[in-house]
């Protein structure tokens, strides 16, 4: 498998699952900023939609969307808890999780990164991701992670988006279970290997 990614960007999540699920894969960096991969190959031509992650299967298949590419991995190393059995409710809590990274969290800090966005609607987003990290620290009281007792898919693309905060001023000092839970995460041997690979550690 080939994982096409972006140092930090949100691709960092499936990559953490890669080393979690101790499964063999070929790190492919594609810019987001000049869609090129380092020997020069025009990164539209892989994946159309320009952004990353992108995982390409053993037969070429290409998977998009970070949601999905974690379920897939998830489900190639069951025995790594992941991501509960499919078919269960605690499977449709994983879904619920995801698209509530991907919309809420994920998407919030879209603006943010825009050099175009206007400072009136930078504060509206800051305030409305404090918001939501306000439900989430309430959510984490009491939890080692967001599904309970395993480490699973939706705390890595979490993990990954909440690493936006500094850089973009989302102030988390506020919320002591989101910075407990977050430092529980980062602490991981497969996150801190994703990350050295990502050159976002010494």
């Not at 603006?111 to 800051?126: G, H, Q, V, W």
């Not at 918001?131 to 959510?139: A, F, M, N, V």
């Not at 995460?185 to 050295?196: C, E, H, I, L, N």
Request: glycine share 8%.
């Amino acid at each position: 498998m080939k994982l096409y990614y972006s140092p930090g960007a949100c691709s960092l999540s499936p990559h953490i699952a890669l080393h979690e699920a101790g499964l063999a894969f070929e790190l492919v960096m594609a810019s987001t900023k000049s869609h090129k991969l380092q020997d020069g190959t025009d990164y539209y031509g892989i994946n159309p939609l320009g952004y990353v992650p992108l995982l390409e299967l053993d037969d070429g298949a290409h998977l998009r969307e970070g949601p999905a590419i974690l379920q897939y991995i998830a489900d190639l190393s069951p025995q790594k808890n992941l991501a509960p059995a499919n078919g269960t409710l605690q499977r449709y809590r994983l879904q619920e999780w995801l698209t509530f990274i991907g919309t809420e969290i994920h998407k919030g800090f879209s603006p943010l990164f825009n050099p175009a966005t206007p400072d009136a609607y930078k504060t509206i987003a800051r305030d409305k991701l404090t918001s939501r990290y306000t439900w989430l620290d309430k959510e984490l009281a009491g939890k080692e992670w967001l599904m309970g007792e395993h480490f699973g898919v939706a705390d890595g693309y979490l993990f990954t988006v909440t690493n936006w905060a500094k850089p973009t001023g989302v102030d988390l000092a506020p919320f002591p279970n989101v910075q407990a839970w977050h430092a529980r995460v980062g602490a991981r041997p497969a996150v801190q290997a994703a990350m050295k690979a990502e050159g976002l550690l010494k």
